[in-house]
T-cell receptor
Framework: NAGVTQTPKFQVLKTGQSMTLQCAQD?????MYWYRQDPGMGLRLIYYSASEGTTDKGEVPNGYNVSRLNKREFSLRLESAAPSQTSVYFC????????????FGDGTRLSIL | AQSVTQLGSHVSVSEGALVLLRCNYSSSVPPYLFWYVQYPNQGLQLLLK??????LVKGINGFEAEFKKSETSFHLTKPSAHMSDAAEYFC???????????FGTGTKLQVIP
């Protein structure tokens, strides 16, 4: 009964490096989300996918790309990491096209030096 | 644009005392409102949500929240705090229930034995 699974849990990058954060859900949910969480700022939406093959920008999309590979998987890519992207990243999912995240992964803690 | 204000970034209560976490919202249309809880090193969990039905909403773990349109508030309460309630709590709003959720900045609840 995994729910939403994120990998890796921790990562340290150097400025300019690239990496992909992986997310998979096993609840057959249509909608998936990527958020970043920074101290004192709550969660901010990076990208959203209402269904396989569709993605929409959220509040803070600059510097990120996403791919909805299939219904289960939604990946987030940093092409050229910057220190401002140091954050905790959460993937979430929900039923239907609800715009309302229901289930969250445990997060990826990313530090960029 | 919608917004959420959580009053008090840190709240301390004694074990067995009333828990009251405050949330005020701004929305151009009737809102859907949410409370999420985040335990250390975990993702968010949905505690409860208001979707324009009953104004008093009951959630998991004994929490409830009351929607007050005249006060634009959606405060979270629990009659008796347990040590296990220590966590960070986020209020969130979705105008009309069809726009993307906007999160507040969170309130960390400390429960003192």
């Amino acid at each position: 009964n995994a729910g939403v699974t994120q990998t890796p849990k921790f990562q340290v990058l150097k400025t300019g490096q690239s990496m992909t954060l992986q997310c998979a859900q096993d609840m057959n949910h249509n909608s998936m989300y990527w958020y970043r969480q920074d101290p004192g700022m709550g969660l901010r939406l990076i990208y959203y996918s209402a269904s396989e093959g569709t993605t929409d920008k959220g509040e803070v999309p600059n510097g990120y790309n996403v791919s909805r590979l299939n219904k289960r998987e939604f990946s987030l890519r940093l092409e050229s990491a910057a220190p401002s992207q140091t954050s905790v990243y959460f993937c979430a999912s929900s039923e239907g096209d609800s715009n309302q995240p229901q289930h969250f992964g445990d997060g990826t803690r990313l530090s960029i030096l | 644009a919608q917004s959420v204000t959580q009053l008090g970034s840190h709240v301390s209560v004694s074990e067995g005392a009333l828990v009251l976490l405050r949330c005020n919202y701004s929305s151009s249309v009737p809102p859907y409102l949410f409370w999420y809880v985040q335990y250390p090193n975990q993702g968010l969990q949905l505690l409860l949500k208001y979707t324009s039905a009953a104004t008093l909403v009951k959630g998991i773990n004994g929490f409830e929240a009351e929607f007050k349109k005249s006060e634009t508030s959606f405060h979270l309460t629990k009659p008796s705090a347990h040590m296990s309630d220590a966590a960070e709590y986020f209020c969130a709003v979705s105008p009309g229930g069809y726009q993307k959720v906007t999160f507040g900045t969170g309130t960390k609840l400390q429960v003192i034995p």
